[in-house]
Each structure stands twice: as structure tokens, then as C-alpha cells.
């Protein structure tokens, strides 16, 4: 036992472990130092993570808006070809059960089919009286829907109730009014049961609706369902079909929806379908991020120089510690490992204390503006990541000057 | 049962009875020259031989040498030629990483700035010596509390060496160098930087750890300090001359 031991256990060598701790006093022992070493990377860092961080909550702001109408609305209608007289007409026709074939569709919240009714020279009135001598007043248009048309078009029933499958199938006579057009007809409540004519026939209004976002020129129409339109107005064909699509179910119900509703010529469907959600917001991004992306660079490469002088400062300040620390058998891989190890936990600290800053001040800035923060995470954890980083390469020289340092004059100079 | 407890049988001189342990420290014609135009000769080819549990003092004024001799004995530097066998082991040509692990396991070095951390604990001071030793982690606590309480220091376990006298620092950076249990203890000026009191309990010190068996080598400018050992040694202008 007294030859000393050439081969010491590996648990007892100079271990990762020692290291870190060694490090970690290194780094502790002049607090107010550290606090201004990290100050840049804290800075930098943040301001990445902020620039980053609003670009993508205005840019989410900016679909939110659109998205709320336009990214889950869906139409197919039959696709149509020109012919030789330069008229247009269409190929094909959408099947009356449109609906329900879309419907199953995953992604498809409601579909509707909406169709335009040719009056011909039939009035709708509230009172059917003729009298020659009146001027004739413009119609308020005639739709024919199938039953889901409001969740399809996101409309509300203000009073009464919209028609179901059930008025549908058996051709009753029941209207739903656009709010518009029942102000036009003088109907004011449904709970009287009035009734509307178109001709001579009578309509009973069984509900009233507002708000229909998708197509607002049904607020001055009369909406009855496609079974009485087919037997009273001589509907033939459906006209359109309005989908309400889960958001970013667009692109996958396009080319799913015509193969449903015309097995065996889906290219007789013509679908228009929101765009993914990406194309947008990223085109946005683009221009407000280039400019803060480099201001943000500029501060981490500040920052960078800022832990590498500091750190360099250190080794200068503790040649007599490294110098010790060789005495004591510190190899120069072990004395540039400690070195290098203070300087990436400083720019790690400060990459911490930065993208925390960085999320902080996004979040205040869109609470202040009522926005929704988005902030992708993972930019958030590469931030902190990045500072680490910043620290390695900043430390690389200081590390390098430290294992350099000989002893000798390092002690004898030492305090 | 320690290093020290081992050693100390032979007093000295040097063996000779290949049975015998090889010296502690023995110089075969080292000399170390800088280069230079002409080059400078910090020691011309030397010899000496220190066994196991022997108190050597060298002497000089400064500038003869002492230094350069203490860098090589101390594999803080090597030989520009010659030999030095560190407990029997070659260290002339040995690798860097070779000659860091015989310093943390055979050396331990006082100096006569104390190099203390500033900014860690006595106790905290003494532990630095063990990570880089090898010292078994369950152990290294109790080895440092016992060092620290061989040099009296027992009561300042938890103090900055900032708030210390300048002998309780050297005390201190003695109970660092103890506490891996070298097979040898250079010292350079240890008393240099002291008032004549703490001097004095530095030296009573090194008398204590010479007569518990360790080899002790005390580099000096002061005569009264270089008294206190058995053998010395002259350096004047790089030549180096025991004293009888």
C-alpha cells in the first residue's frame, strides 16, 4: 500500500463529476461578475426570442382572422366547360345525397347543398292579392337547401327552427327566412305561423335566420327545403355544395371530396378548398424576421465577445489557481476542460435567462394587444441550446490560454 | 496505517543495499540550461540523493538557482539533461500526463505565496488537493478535517483563508499538501512571506511531520530555517555543493 497506487479506481480520478463542481465554484464565487458576463447573451438571446416570438403570434393573429371564415369553408360545385358560342355550361351534376356523402368525409363538420330556383314570373308576397296597378318590386331571391345549410354556412336561427330531413322528404311547404328578407315581407315572429306565398302557393315561415357568414346574400332570401323546391319549383339540379371543414382539413377533403360524390367521374366536380394554413403566415414571417433575426445576431455575437473577454479576464485573474491546480496534478486537458466548462455554463445561463426574458416579454406584449402568444417551444429550448453554444466557442481561446500557462511563473508571480 | 508510518527508517545517507527502498528523490547529473545566445546555465549537472523521511534544506541567494532546481524536483519543468528518479520512478522523459499524476501522489508543495482560493473554505482549500490525487471520494472529507487537525487548524474548518493570519494560511496550503500523503514535501521559502512567530510554528510544524516520517525538502534564502534540517545544500551561481 505504500507504493503508491499507479492505477486509482475510476470512480476516484479526477471525474466528470469534479469537473462540474469545480467549474460551478469557479463561476459562483464572483456573482456580480456573472450577472454582467451573461448580460449580453441574456440580451441577444432574448431578443431572438422575442423577435421570433411576435413575428409568429402576429402571423398567427393575421390567419386567425382570415381562418375564422375563409379557412374552413369549402365548395364543390359541377365543373363547367365552355362551349362553342362562348357560353359556359356545366359537365356534370352534383347527386341530391351530396350531403351525406361529404359528410363522411373526415374533416367535413356540415355540408349543405344550395340551390338558386328559378321563379319564372311568380311574386313572393306576404299577401297574395293581385292587383294590376301596383308596380311589380323585385323578388327577394328563392333557395332551396338540404337541412344543414346553417351549420354548413354558419348561420344562426334567430326564431323558429330551420327545416330537417323530415319537411325535406315529404316535399312540405315550409320556408326559412333570411332576416333581410322577412323585414321585406313584413313577417316579424314565426310563432304566429304566418305564412309567405310564391305564386299562388302558401309557405308556412317556420323560423327566421341571421348571420349567415359564408353567403350573406341568403339574409335576403327565402330558403325552402330541396324536396318542396323539386316538386312546387321545378328544380332539377343541385347547385352548389358548402362544406364546413375542420381548420387544415382543406387540402384533404379537396381531392378526397369530388371521387366521393362522383365515383365515376370525379372530374366532373370542380372543389375550391382553403389553402393550407402555412402559406400565409410563413410569407409574413419572412419579411418581419430577416431584420430582427440580424439585429438579434448582432447582440448574441456581442454577447459572445462579451463571455469570451470575461472569461479570458479570469484566466488572467486566476493564473496562480491554474498554476496550483497543475502543482496539485491538474493535467492541461483538465485545467482547459474546467475553463471551458464555466464559460458554456455562463453562455448556457445566460441562453436560460434570455429565452425565459425573451418568452416574458412576448407573452406581456400580446396580452397587452389581446393577441394569442404563439411561440414554438423548440425555438425556445434551441435558444437556450444556442447560448450554450455561444459559451463554447467563446471559452475556446480562454480555455486554451489557461491549459497553456506554465506553472512555474504562475506561482512564483502568484498572490 | 499511513505513508508516514512506513517510512522513516532510513536516516541518512544514501542506500545502498539494493533491498534497501530505492531514495525518494535522487538527481543523476541533471542540469537544465535555457537557450539563449549564449545559453544560460540555471544549474550545471548535479547529483543528490534524498531517502525517505530526510529534512534537506537547500540554500542560496536568489538568483542561484534555487528555483530552477525546485521547478525540476517539483516536475513543474524538465532536465535540459540527466536523470531524476522520483521515488525510484524515471521522470525525465515520463508524459505530461504521467509527470501531473506523479505530482498529485508524490509531491505536495507549500509555497511562499500560500496560493490559497480565496473564495473557498479552508476545508474546501485542503479537498481541492484530493480531486486531482486520486484520494477515494469516501474518504477525501475526513482525510482533509484530519490534515487541517493535524496542523491545528481544526477550529477554522469553515473560514475564507482571507480571514486568516499569514501562519494559519500557510498552515493552511501545508495541511493541502499533506492530505494525498506525498512521499515527499517541497517547500519553497515557506517562511518567506511570515512574521517570526508564525514562522516559528511553521517550522515547529515541519519538525512534527519530519519526525512522523516525511520526507520534507525546504527551499530557503534564511539560514535559522535551513538549521531546522538534518542535511543541506548550497546553491550558489547554478553549482550546487552539499554542506557537512
Known sequence: ?415 | MTVMDLLGAPQGGAPTDPDQPPPVVELRAVERQFPGDPPVHALYPADLQVGAGEYLSVVGPSGSGKSTLLNLLGLLDRPSDGEYLLDGIPTAHAGERERAALRARHIGFVFQAFHLLPHRTVLENVLLATIYSGVPRAERRDRAVEALDRVGLSHRLDFRPTVLSGGERQRTAVARAVVSQPRVLLADEPTGNLDSESSAAVLELFDELHASGLTLLVITHEDDVSARAQRRVRIIDGHMREIA
Open chain 1, 1 to 415: 500500500m505504500t507504493t503508491v497506487a499507479h492505477h486509482v479506481p475510476r470512480t476516484d480520478r479526477f471525474g466528470v463529476s469534479d469537473l462540474l463542481a469545480e467549474a460551478a465554484a469557479g463561476i459562483g464565487a464572483r456573482p456580480g461578475r456573472l450577472v454582467l458576463t451573461i448580460l449580453g447573451t441574456v440580451l441577444g438571446i432574448a431578443s431572438v426570442v422575442v423577435t421570433v416570438g411576435l413575428a409568429q403570434t402576429a402571423a398567427g393573429q393575421i390567419n386567425k382572422q382570415f381562418d375564422a371564415v375563409a379557412a374552413t369553408q369549402g365548395v364543390a360545385k359541377p365543373a363547367t366547360s365552355r362551349g362553342f358560342g362562348g357560353d359556359t355550361r356545366a359537365v356534370g351534376t352534383l347527386p341530391w345525397d351530396s350531403p351525406e356523402r361529404a359528410e363522411r368525409l373526415n374533416g367535413v363538420e356540415a355540408a349543405a347543398l344550395v340551390s338558386e330556383v328559378e321563379l319564372g314570373d311568380l311574386d313572393v308576397t306576404a299577401v297574395p292579392v293581385h292587383d294590376p296597378s301596383a308596380p311589380r318590386v323585385a323578388n327577394p331571391a328563392v333557395i332551396a337547401t338540404s337541412p344543414h345549410a346553417m351549420e354548413a354556412l354558419g348561420g344562426t336561427v334567430v326564431q323558429g327552427r330551420y327545416f330537417d330531413a323530415g319537411h325535406d322528404q315529404r316535399a312540405d311547404r315550409v320556408v326559412v327566412l333570411g332576416a333581410e328578407a322577412a323585414r321585406r315581407l313584413g313577417v316579424v315572429r314565426v310563432d304566429r305561423q304566418p305564412s309567405i306565398f310564391i305564386g299562388d302557393r302558401a309557405y308556412q315561415v317556420i323560423g327566421i335566420v341571421d348571420g349567415v357568414l359564408r353567403r350573406t346574400d341568403l339574409l335576403s332570401a327565402v330558403l325552402l327545403p330541396n324536396g318542396a323546391a323539386r316538386a312546387d319549383l321545378a328544380l332539377t339540379t343541385p347547385g352548389e355544395l358548402h362544406l364546413h371543414l375542420q381548420v387544415a382539413a382543406g387540402p384533404v377533403v379537396g381531392s378526397q371530396l369530388p371521387t366521393a360524390l362522383s365515383p365515376n367521374s370525379p372530374e366532373t366536380v370542380d372543389v375550391q378548398m382553403p389553402a393550407g394554413r402555412s402559406s400565409v403566415r410563413e410569407s409574413v414571417q419572412a419579411d418581419i424576421n430577416a431584420i430582427f433575426l440580424a439585429l438579434g445576431g448582432v447582440a448574441l455575437l456581442i454577447g459572445g465577445v462579451g463571455i469570451a473577454n470575461v472569461t479570458l479576464l479570469s484566466v488572467l485573474e486566476r493564473v496562480g489557481e491554474i498554476g496550483l491546480r497543475r502543482a496539485l496534478g491538474a493535467t492541461r486537458r483538465q485545467i482547459a476542460a474546467q475553463f471551458m466548462v464555466e464559460s458554456v455554463v455562463v453562455g448556457m445561463l445566460g441562453g436560460l435567462v434570455g429565452a425565459a426574458l425573451g418568452v416574458a416579454v412576448v407573452t406581456i406584449v400580446s396580452a397587452a394587444s389581446e393577441w394569442t402568444p404563439i411561440l414554438d417551444l423548440r425555438m425556445v429550448g434551441a435558444a437556450a441550446l444556442s447560448g450554450g453554444l455561444i459559451g463554447l466557442l467563446a471559452g475556446l481561446y480562454p480555455s486554451l490560454k489557461a491549459a497553456s500557462i506554465e506553472p512555474i511563473s504562475a506561482l512564483r508571480g502568484g498572490v
